[in-house]
């Protein structure tokens, strides 16, 4: 089977900091996904993942180890618009589908 | 992301009635999926389009749930009749450069 998992919650506060960790077990894998999702919006994609190691992209910073399972988003400066949902998303072969976490809603306060 | 469409936006409906969503992606792209978003979960696959095939929809609920994609372009999404469970938001996406992009969905509330 496939699980993918990522803390419910967190909060930080505006212009600090902030990983969201996600480990996965998934039977195969070609692609690890990170999406934003506002409140009562689509998710928008974030970044992408296949090989191990950070990928930078502004304030936003995404690292994968394969042989850990692991990934994690790195947000920094935040902002109070970063106030959102971050899905955490597997490929595990070819053209798959994408699996995803249940999402960890993350909150940024003054 | 304007390239994918759905409507109605939103949908209130009583339990039983039928319901349909519609996804209008920009041409061109061959995979479309259905995914259903519960509150405070993640999106989890209904079904997956190539073109007109669909060609993984082991996780949609076959006795009350029905899929089409005609053309291969634009797509339905149907449910009779409707239970209380199925209040979700329903997501169209398509694979543009490897990554799905997203319609806005449809917010169902089923009473």
């Known amino acids: 089977g496939q699980n993918i998992d990522q803390p419910t919650e967190m909060t930080a506060t505006e212009g600090a900091i902030v990983q969201i960790n996600c480990t996965y077990q998934t039977s195969g894998f070609n692609g690890l996904f990170w999406y934003q999702q506002h409140a009562g919006e689509a998710p928008t994609f974030l970044s992408y993942n296949v090989l191990d190691g950070l990928e930078e992209k502004g304030r936003f910073s995404s690292f994968l180890s394969r042989s850990k399972g692991y990934s994690y988003l790195l947000l920094k400066e935040l902002q109070m618009k970063d106030s959102a949902s971050y899905l955490c998303a597997v490929r595990d072969s070819g053209n798959t589908p994408l699996v995803f976490g249940k999402g960890t809603r993350l909150s940024v306060i003054a | 992301e304007a390239g994918v469409v759905q409507s109605p936006r939103y949908k209130i409906i009583e339990k039983k009635q039928p319901v349909a969503f519609w996804c209008n992606p920009i041409?061109?792209?061959?995979?479309l999926y259905w995914y259903r978003q519960n509150l405070g979960q993640g999106p989890e696959l209904l079904i997956r389009y190539e073109n007109e095939e669909a060609v993984d929809d082991s996780q949609l609920p076959k006795d009350r749930f029905s899929a089409e994609r005609l053309k291969g372009v634009d797509s339905t999404l149907k449910i009779q009749p409707a239970e209380l469970g199925d209040s979700a938001v329903y997501l169209c996406?398509?694979?543009?450069?490897?990554?799905?992009?997203f319609g806005e969905g449809s917010r169902l509330t089923v009473l």
């Open positions: 041409s061109g792209h061959n995979t």
């Open positions: 996406a398509i694979l543009k450069y490897g990554e799905l992009f």
